[in-house]
């Protein structure tokens, strides 16, 4: 029954949107779309929404605290709780983004951020551990709808500075993922669960943010609509080198991934037991992280357009791996200075990984982002529900040493094709 309702208040707003708020925010004059050109204010409008799209999501791991008191949890179960998120959002991205890729959708974002507003109610009134499950599952879906369609707007607005847009984007995501600790930390955890409705706010925030991008993309798809399609740049790779390559980017994103997920799920446990420090001092420790993860991201972008994304991969996977291996035999004061040198080096490779995965695969934008972001988004999870499970059995510390090893995957970037040396050819969408 939760459907109907969802679906029917959709189309009512994507009409309002297409309406009203286009007389209010966009009024009708000539546009004309530069492929040349970088749009600086869709780009701002894109790492925005972003932020309050990541920022919703971000309350399903900072809530584990709470959750692990009000229901009795394990880690265990805290593992599940991620995996039903991360597989939710990540099973649907790559069918939203080959969906896409052959039928525009500028409203979907709109659409996709009510279908977190439905999951944020249901986990701030979730009265058992099903409730809960169903709750993340529903914010899930809106993500995995979000993001192919974001990313791809990120790239039609990057202007050709493919890395700088897709970090622009991408570090809106990760600061919203740095605030829920520090907003849990001081609205949430005091208060109660039922608090968790405050986020709705931010919501709205989105959905007018949104609307305003909505309209952007769709004369965008209109003014390539009327002037034909414009001509791609194919690498001239065969296409065993360029699944070779997708494999390896794959293979780091696995890495990549899996680390994140034991930050994310289980650092506040481990800082809490190992050092004997408060809830609130423990989700203080995980912002440095995600605010580093933040800083890198938009660091690394920027790079990856100068010297070439290859070398960023090499130095973000590869170049965290001696502070992974410090960290679980570090002070809780020199614990502070590897996490925050971790996020800022791990998550500076996300930008070049993806838009390398683009440039191998021009033709199919969505599918790719979906793919990147929903095996991301699934490994993360599966990462999660493992080393909870594994953490019940053994200790939180036991999991930190394993995970601290996953960076040296990075090593399999050599392998990978270096795209400035690559000639290109012309070729059309389809």
Known sequence: MLHLPVVFNSFLFVKFVEGSLSVLIMPKRSFSYDAKQTTYPILIAICFAHLCNDLIQAVIPASYPLLKENFDLSFAQIGVITFCFQLSSSLLQPMVGAYTDRRPQPYSQI????FSVVGLIALAYANHYYAVLLAVTLVGIGSSIFHPESSRVAYL?????RSLAQSIFQIGGNTGTALAPLLMAWVILPNGQRHILWFLSVAVIAQIILGYIAIWYKKVLQSLNQGGRSELRLPNLSPRRVNGAIFVLLLLIFSKYVYIASITSYLQFYMMEKFAITEVHAQVYLFYFLIAVAL??????????VIGRKYIIWLSVLGCAPFTLMLPFASLFWSGIWIAIIGLLIASAFPSI???AQELLPRKIGMVSGLFYGFAFGMGGLGAAILGWWADHSSLENIYLFCSYLPLIGATAYFLPNMKKVTFRSGKLS
């Open 296 to 305: 890198g991201t938009l660091f690394g972008g920027f790079l990856g357009d």
């Open 111 to 114: 659409i996709a951020m009510l």
């Open 354 to 356: 993806l838009v390398f």
């Open 157 to 161: 607005s990057s202007g050709g500075r």
